[in-house]
């Protein structure tokens, strides 16, 4: 921990404020000089009700939202106003809709050999290389869902487990510095889900990825990760890791919500 | 003599229906692929006449014609893209601008005629390897000549679309989401396919013109509904079919659209109706195939489920 603490942080969130619908009525100041730093190779699960501020800072974060004061700053670059396609050369995201991590339209091998080349020229070179269809099809028996023997068949025809499997092999594929997780387990059946977080544990640890996932999945944020940070009101009331973490129970978080849902004044 | 009647029109039909095929694969490049409903195409198909026209008559080679009417289009095209792109303008009315505009551009290159004639001037009808059939099988050559530059068209675009850049062309339409995760601009991925798609719009006004050795700048009424009529037409009917590619299938669909339009001029149909018979026709096919714009997201993603 303490060498942690002394390095450079991977991701870094410096003193960002956001409001929402600034000088309406329903005016809301979000994140208020609002800090997170996440070393390198952290795996960080995020938890929060709605509104709580967590698709926010992943939006902050992709590049879909400006904030409006404070620095974002991923591998000592800082990263505030680039544009999102920019930035999206080094963070790899998964989605919860399942639809949005691969193109429909194409073909499972399509969709490899276009992420293959991730950050790259796409030129008028032939889109589908021959040569690497061995490599792409070891990569997808990884996933054990049998698409290495589907390589021609479109991606729209997978089922929802599938395609997140897939999408979380995609942006893992070129190297990257990040790992976003936008509640991709939420919209699957529960042994999709748990088939998806297993291939999530496997993957961050193997390339030893930096993670950051958001999940209404108490359980899994509690099995998941080595560390946990719960949002309420665009703060972190809860940050908790490695041993402290473990010792947590579902019930402890079920009772810190209750709490947060006290002070805003809903009965329990 | 029916027969020869019969035949002659036949070969009318596919004459034209080929080189009317090169601006529907435009079409389907900008509404198909990229699902851009794109109205500068009413503009850019007779700006590719007008270049034509104009270069032609001035004693220029009908090939180079092809090529900066291509240019000429594709340049227009890409104004529509940045209107977008950049300008946030919505898809609609972007390509209404460019449409708008392009009235005044084709009156300016043909410094103010709205017909340009070059009769007996060298076209590709005419000249280089058309000139090995005799001049005695005029239509048939014509045939022969529409269909070799579709299938050249049709054969390029086929392969371009299997490049990387085609492929993000392909994912741009279909998820502009995974584009960026990709680490690419969509926006970008836009302009190049409008650019394409128009620049085909004007090869096809430029082939067409080469006809009928006289450039119209009228000619570009109706366009996007025979255009969008044949990729309709064609993606729904002909892709049915296994092993046929969409691309040959939207080059069937224009053949096909054509053909009805002459049936019904040749049942008596008065010419000054032809525009309107487009219209309930493409109206037709859209309540048949249920592609009406606003469904078309959800149609195309799920037409490989179907």
Request: charged letters at 20%; proline letters at 3%.
């Amino acid at each position: 921990m303490l060498v942690e603490r002394k390095s450079e942080p991977l991701l870094e969130f410096r003193q960002i404020d956001k409001t929402f619908h600034s000088g309406t009525v329903s005016e809301l100041k979000l994140f208020d000089h609002f800090d997170l730093s996440v070393p390198q190779g952290r795996f960080v699960c995020i938890i929060g009700s709605n509104g709580s501020g967590k698709t926010t800072l992943l939006n902050l974060l992709c590049g879909g939202e400006t904030p409006d004061a404070g620095n974002i700053f991923l591998g000592g670059r800082e990263i505030t106003r680039e544009p999102e396609h920019v930035r999206s050369r080094r963070i790899g995201r998964v989605f919860q809709d399942p639809s949005l991590g691969t193109c429909p339209q194409l073909t499972i091998l399509e969709n490899l050999s276009l992420a293959d080349r991730k950050g790259k020229r796409y030129g008028l070179s032939r889109g589908v290389s021959r040569k690497k269809i061995d490599e792409y099809r070891s990569r997808l028996e990884l996933l054990k869902l049998g698409l290495e023997d589907q390589l021609d068949l479109p991606v729209a025809n997978l089922s929802g487990g599938q395609r997140q499997a897939l999408a979380l092999l995609i942006c893992t594929m070129t190297p990257i510095d990040l790992l976003i997780l936008d509640e991709h387990t939420a919209a699957l059946d529960p042994s999709s889900s748990e088939n998806v977080m297993e291939l999530t544990r496997r993957f961050v640890r193997e390339k030893r990825l930096t993670a950051l996932m958001v999940t209404h999945n108490l359980r899994f944020a509690l099995a998941y990760g080595d560390r946990l940070v719960m949002m309420h009101r665009g703060k972190a009331v809860l940050d908790v890791c490695d041993g402290e973490k473990n010792a947590l129970k579902i019930h402890d978080l079920t009772e810190r919500f209750n709490e947060i849902s006290v002070e805003d004044g809903n009965d329990v | 003599m029916a027969l020869d009647v019969f035949l002659g029109l036949l070969t009318g039909v596919l004459q034209e229906g080929f080189v009317y095929g090169i601006m529907a694969l435009g079409i389907y490049v900008t509404y198909q692929v990229l699902n851009f409903p794109d109205l500068s195409v009413e503009g850019t198909f007779p700006l590719g006449s007008c270049v034509a026209g104009v270069m032609i008559a001035s004693g220029l080679n009908p090939w180079l014609a092809c090529m900066a009417a291509f240019a000429c289009g594709a340049a227009a095209g890409g104004v529509t893209g940045l209107l977008h792109v950049k300008l946030h303008i919505t898809d609609l009315l972007s390509g209404i601008l460019v449409m708008t505009a392009l009235w005044s551009v084709n009156l300016a290159v043909t410094s103010g005629s709205a017909v340009t004639p070059f009769y007996n001037q060298p076209t590709i009808y005419t000249s280089g390897p058309a000139a090995l059939i005799s001049d005695s099988h005029n239509s048939l050559r014509a045939l022969v000549v529409a269909f070799i530059s579709c299938l050249f068209v049709k054969l390029l675009l086929d392969e371009y679309l299997k490049t990387k850049s085609g492929l993000l062309l392909r994912a741009a339409g279909n998820n502009p989401r995974y584009v960026v995760s990709l680490g690419k601009d969509p926006g970008n991925m836009k302009i190049l396919g409008l650019m394409l798609g128009n620049g085909l719009a004007a090869l096809s006004g430029c082939i067409l013109c080469q006809r009928e050795e006289s450039a119209d700048i009228y000619s570009g009424t109706g366009m996007i509904v025979l255009g969008l009529a044949a990729v309709i037409v064609g993606v729904n009917i002909f892709s049915g079919i296994r092993f046929l590619r969409s691309t040959t299938a939207v080059i069937l669909g224009a053949v096909l659209y054509r053909g009805v339009l002459v049936a019904a001029l040749q049942m008596g149909l008065p010419t000054n109706y032809m525009k309107l018979l487009m219209a309930v026709l493409l109206t037709v096919v859209l309540v048949a195939y249920k592609t009406v714009p606003t469904g078309r997201r959800k149609k195309h993603v799920s037409r490989t489920e179907v």
